[in-house]
């Protein structure tokens, strides 16, 4: 086992900050349900130590210890002249544990289920499991899988070709938008709801029509990009097409429901965002053409 | 990007909601879709809009057919469908996810617990009865916690929780393991002998509860269960006739058994008629009305995930987190605070809640005999806790009859230590007549104001532990040092360590008492529950009337919900076991010839010199006419501090001093509780 497996992540160590501070604000302001003692402890920790914390510095994290059922104030529990780290490691290759499958996992669920785990089996370790103490991390979690970056709006980068304001380019582009997305839906497009809802429903994990969908809307704006639009129309047309690539990559997301449901969370609010900007000028395209 | 603060309140509820109650609180919006049925009649062609169908004809599927046939759309229109959507169809979805996401947590983390911990995956040998029994526990712990939540919400999320968990999954409890792995030796293994098994049989034993006699004990007990139980049953009369949500009751009495405060008796505070009206509107609402019953959803749906969290913590590795009494035998640790032979015979087959009454539907017609079963459940219920009542003070009794402290002074004069430094005052002045008061320590040399308390406080405290600078005077290192010499092993008498491991179990017995209690409550619940619905069962029409058969069903419905808190006739046997098991530790205590409290005072006798050292008899402990010692100090004549008349100096700085004077044990084991 590498401990580095243990280490939180650079978000994590940010959301423990967060919840430090929060823990011990809401802590100190509430101090009805903590006793002094409590208190006192509390004061001399932080949540990265206690995730971190190794005692006897034998290797084994204090919460390892608490697991395996060492002292975490002693490097070799047992005191047969082999410390507990070492113990532990030669244990485990007796058993046939092959510690690389620990670090396999990198997907984001996963990183987060262990840092849950470890944190909570810190805080309890050490007494600090209580209510308000869990109630506080578990509102933090929920902001923190739903914190994620913005999909960066590509727009600045779109060269839309613009023409003249005229009846015919009107026309004209009218039946080339029509044509591409008929084209589009004809593979697909605006079926991604359905996809996913029968993805959950039919409890199947695989997703390779939802990326498919995902390619159209990437396709829909590459192919809304060659035609070219009357200035009226311009910037809704430049902006439909940036928010097509930004609904093609929520959908990307949306597609790890399975693997890594944080990504495919995130990827829904992502979504519901993008996809309502590709709804309204759709809607604007169909005033433009009435 | 930070979702706005509405979203994650929402996330929270979502996380916890769709894991537990998978659809139940959250139906698709009839109240609203009503209002818009017309609407999506005319852009879908049928109102029943559900997860399945979610966006055939929705959003940008609906935008682009409209762009398509140049059909305009009212913006009124499109407003409400995208409300429309937005509850009915990305909502719904997210829970989904978030539902997925609780299982994926769960389940990584449980692999990563078998990857880390024991690796080896045949130590969980049924992985999916695994994981459910987590759930399953999770729910229990969870509807327990938030049933006794001041939040008016709490308690219909209970019912709901337990009423839509019961129905999707019956289960049993998963089966001793330990004698698959180990073998035959798996006895030798719980006896204490490491070497049978060795590390496999210890992985197998701590990580599985079923595999040790604490973890199976309390799968096995169905009063360890009972604490969700005792929560669905309690109200299962209120479920009934609320539409199945329950009354929120507090505590109006309580009562201190054994230094742990209980419930006597709870007044309804809230009906659940109240509670009906009050969820319905919190599950069809709109998202306004949402963000506004925000903070005490949220409040109550956390403590929902904090129960998935500590069940984590007790469920997957339970029996690795409890410390063992004494620590030194780390590797070995298991068996230490056991509940001894108690339950051991019956582990295994113990019934879970869920599937208390074997069998997913009440029979109306046998509703006079679940009614007896309950009756003779809730009878030995009381006698078990009464047989419990009776054990401990016995061994209280028999721990007193030994020389020496009791068995945890240790840690308890530790934590009483720690407690007292933590109070201590923050200021310099303060402090210092703080542990003067206490202690009769007297800070000197020329130390300033600029001194950090804490730094001074936690080196006084350190001393006084043993810890920091001059150990070989630290009061409680010293008594320590001077108890463990006077009362060892060797120097005590035979019967000490039997009464010891007795002395260990007594949390175990308390618990099963307080659960025991529980387990009453929810049988006299389900008593009242079942004479609700025989009373409605006697005033159902003739079956040759034409209502017959629907007033049957429905009433079939309201019997199945109270099936969760209904006993079985192998809960009373249980229960039956567990009374004859305490029956026989109370003779193993207290037989007046062969007893551990006999077999002390003979042996006192015969061992004068230790005899004087006996701790005094609480008087109320002792039969009456038994003489009692009348000194508690444990080292007469002892001076606990340094040689001479003072305690240690130490040196906080090279300008800074404390003096530390002798101490009579007496006073040092009065401050810290040590008896």
Redesign the interface.
Known sequence: MTTQNYLPSKKLSIFLLIFLVIFFSLFFFNKKNYSNNEAANIKNISASTLVLNDQDMDGLYDWEESLWGTDPKQKDSDQNGINDKEETELKKNELGITTDQESTSANQTDQLAKEIFSLAVSLNQNGLLTQEGVENLTKILGDQILTTEEIENPESEIQVQVIENSAENKEKYKAAVLKTIESAKNKGFGGELTEFSKIIAEESDNTENLEKISQTYSDLADELIQIKAPEEISSIHKSLISELIRTSLSINLMSNYYSDPILSLRGIFLYKKYSDNVEKHLYSLLSYFQ | ???PRF???F??IV?TISFIFQGMLFPIKKAEASKIDSLIKSVAGSAAVG??????T???????E???S?Q??PSSE?SQI?SFI?EN??DP??R???Q??LA???E??IN??N??????PFYIKDFDSYVTSVADNSIKSTAS?ISQSNSPFSAKISSSLIISYVRSNQETTPDFTLDKIVGDNWQQFSDGDFKQGG??A??AT?ILPQNNQIGSSFLASDLATKQIEKKVSSNNQDIAQNDGFLSMKKCVEKEVVFGQEECKKYETVTPGSVISEQLKKVSLTGNEQLQNTEDPV??AL??V??AL??N??QKG?SS??T??PG???????YGSNSLGGLLSGTGAQGAGWVNAAGSQEIVLEDLPNYLQIQQEYAQKSTQLQQKISTLVPLIYQADFCLPGPRPTWKEEAS?QL??L???APSSIYALINYFQNIYGLTLGGSFGLTYDPTTVRNVIVGTMEGRAHSQSGAYLFGYKDYINQRFSGASQIPIASAINKEYTEIESYNTLKTLSGESYENAMSSISSINYISNLFNQLPDKNDPTYADKRKELQKKADNILPGIYSEENVDLLDSQIQEIDSKIDYVSNPSSGLIAECQNELLAYPSVAKERRPYPAQLLPSGVNYQTSQTFLPGVTIGSDGSFGPTIFISDYMTVDTPAMNPSIFEQKLGIY
């Open positions: 990007m930070q979702f979203f994650s309140g996330l929270s996380l997860l399945a169908s979610c966006g055939a929705m959003g940008v599927s609906f935008a682009t409209k762009l398509l140049l305009s759309v499109s995208g937005k169809c990305m979805i997210a989904s996810v978030s997925q996401l994926k947590l769960t990584n983390t990563w617990i990857t880390g911990f024991n690796g080896n916690k590390w496999d210890w992985l701590t949220d409040a956390n403590k995930f904090t969290l500590n984590l913590i590795v690795l987190t410390n063992v620590g030194s035998n780390a590797f070995g640790g934590s720690s407690y430094s933590s109070s």
